[in-house]
């Protein structure tokens, strides 16, 4: 089966950095990414992480730790309209298997 | 170069009724993969299509099919409409052996 954990609602500043942490359980492990989602539109890619360590694009970087089954997303420099739905979601075999998703809010 | 294009944007069906949802891909990607998303929750993978073909499944009944035709796009296929179908249905297209999947803005059904 697949369980991927990560926390419901996460609450920032303007201008503060904000990590957003995801656990997984899962029958098999090709990669694991990060989407963004806004209320009403669609997912849209941030990362992708296939090997060990941090990746960097920008304000937004991501880390995986394959044999600890940990992931987190870390979003620098906050903005307001960084404010969306954050999901975690592992790439297995030929699907995306995907967490509740987290929903942060920026506050001036 | 146009991404990923869904319709149609919302419909609204009674319950038993049948519905169908469209999906074209993003331009050289030829891989549509199907998901449902409730209010507050993450997408659930229904299925997979490449080649015309159904290449994996998510934990859904037969009710839901797909197809997808030579120019490799796809269609969602719902039959016997029940209330707890109301969900946003994202269609998302990539290459094969390639990622990300790229999402489409979705339908949003209502079961009334």
């Known amino acids: 089966g697949q369980n991927i954990d990560q926390p419901t609602e996460m609450t920032a500043t303007e201008g503060a950095i904000v990590q957003i942490n995801c656990t997984y359980q899962?029958?098999?492990?090709?990669?694991l990414f990060w989407y963004q989602q806004h209320a009403g539109e669609a997912p849209t890619f941030l990362s992708y992480n296939v090997l060990d360590g941090l990746e960097e694009k920008g304000r937004f970087s991501s880390f995986l730790s394959r044999s600890k089954g940990y992931s987190y997303l870390l979003l620098k420099e906050l903005q307001m309209k960084d404010s969306a739905s954050y999901l975690c979601?592992?790439?297995?075999?030929?699907?995306?298997?995907f967490g509740a998703g987290t929903t942060v809010t920026v506050r001036a | 170069d146009a991404g990923v294009t869904q319709s149609p944007t919302h419909l609204i069906k009674t319950r038993g009724q049948q519905v169908t949802l469209r999906c074209s891909p993003k331009?050289?990607?030829?891989?549509v993969s199907w998901y449902q998303q409730a209010l507050g929750q993450g997408p659930q993978f229904i299925f997979q299509?490449?080649?015309?073909?159904?290449?994996q499944r998510g934990n859904f009944p037969d009710r839901f099919s797909g197809h997808q035709f030579p120019n490799y796009s796809s269609e969602l296929n719902v039959n016997a409409l029940l209330l707890g179908d109301s969900a946003l249905y994202l269609c998302a297209s990539s290459a094969w052996g390639n990622q990300p999947q790229h999402f489409g803005d979705g339908t949003r059904l209502s079961i009334l």
């Open positions: 299509y490449y080649e015309e073909e159904e290449r």
């Open positions: 979601a592992v790439h297995n075999d030929y699907k995306l298997s």
């Open positions: 331009s050289g990607h030829d891989t």
């Open positions: 899962t029958s098999g492990f090709n990669g």
